[in-house]
C-alpha cells in the first residue's frame, strides 16, 4: 500500500528566501507524484506531478519539485517565496492506475513579510 | 465546463438529519472520487466511481453513507442520522482514466452537524 509522509507539521520561511517543503513516500513499483496546495476553506489545486524523466519538475506559481528514487523523497522547492504562498502543501502519490491516490498529512507553510 | 463543481458549498445540519451532497466532475472525466477532510489534516479516500460503477469503498464510508453515480455524468454522496462526527469537508475530483494526469478536486462542501 502506498504512504506519504510529510515530516514537518509547519514551515516558516521569511519573504524572498528560498523554501523547501518536504515529502517522503513508499509504493510498490514505479511512482506517480503529486504537489497540491489548499488556501482556506477551498478544494486543492494542483502544483505539479512527477511521472518520469528529469528528476526536477517545474509546476505552477514558481514551485519545483526534486525526485530522489533512493531517498523516496520528493521535496517541494521555490527559490523565492511570497507572502501570497501561505497555504496548507499536500504530497500525494499514486500507483500506475491512479485508483490509490494517498495523500500525505500536509505541511502549513507561513512566509513573512 | 470550468472544473468540478460541489453544491452546496456550506450546509449546517442538526443530528439525526439526513443530508445530501452534489458533485458534477469534469464533463470527459471518467473517474470521480470522494474524500474528506477534517481539520488539519490531509484528504481520507471515501469511495471512487469508474463511470457510473463504484468500484471501491473506503472502511471509512459506514453503512450510514451512501454514493451514487447513476449516469456516470454527477455524484451524489448522502450521509443518514449524522452524527458530530461527520462534521468535516467533503471533497469531489475526477480525473480522467489517465493516472499521470492527476486529480481535479471541487472546492468541497463543509459539513457542519450541530
Known amino acids: 500500500a502506498q504512504s506519504v509522509a510529510q515530516p514537518e507539521d509547519q514551515v516558516n520561511v521569511a519573504e524572498g528566501n528560498p523554501l523547501t517543503v518536504k515529502c517522503t513516500y513508499s509504493?510498490?513499483?514505479?511512482?506517480?507524484l503529486f504537489w497540491y496546495v489548499q488556501y482556506p476553506n477551498r478544494g486543492l489545486q494542483f502544483l505539479l506531478k512527477y511521472i518520469t524523466g528529469d528528476n526536477l519538475v517545474k509546476g505552477s506559481y514558481g514551485f519545483e519539485a526534486e525526485f530522489n528514487k533512493s531517498q523516496t523523497s520528493f521535496h517541494l522547492k521555490k527559490p523565492s517565496a511570497l507572502v501570497s504562498d501561505s497555504a496548507l502543501y499536500f504530497c500525494?502519490?499514486?500507483?500506475?492506475?491512479?485508483?490509490?491516490?494517498?495523500f500525505g498529512p500536509g505541511t502549513r507553510l507561513s512566509v513573512l513579510p | 465546463d470550468t472544473g468540478v463543481s460541489q453544491n452546496p458549498r456550506h450546509k449546517i445540519t442538526k443530528r439525526g438529519q439526513n443530508v445530501t451532497f452534489r458533485c458534477d466532475p469534469i464533463s470527459e472525466h471518467n473517474r470521480l472520487y470522494w474524500y474528506r477532510q477534517t481539520l488539519g489534516q490531509g484528504p481520507e479516500f471515501l469511495t471512487y466511481?469508474?463511470?457510473?460503477?463504484?468500484?471501491?469503498k473506503s472502511r471509512l464510508l459506514s453503512d450510514r453513507f451512501s454514493a451514487e453515480r447513476p449516469k456516470g455524468s454527477f455524484s451524489t454522496l448522502e450521509i443518514q442520522r449524522t452524527e458530530q462526527g461527520d462534521s468535516a469537508m467533503y471533497l469531489c475530483?475526477?480525473?480522467?482514466?489517465?493516472?499521470?494526469?492527476?486529480?481535479?478536486f471541487g472546492s468541497g462542501t463543509r459539513l457542519t452537524v450541530v
Open positions: 475530483a475526477s480525473s480522467p482514466d489517465r493516472a499521470e494526469e492527476g486529480y481535479t
Open positions: 466511481f469508474q463511470n457510473e460503477a463504484q468500484l471501491e
Open positions: 509504493v510498490s513499483g514505479n511512482p506517480y
Open positions: 500525494a502519490v499514486s500507483d500506475l492506475y491512479g485508483q490509490n491516490f494517498v
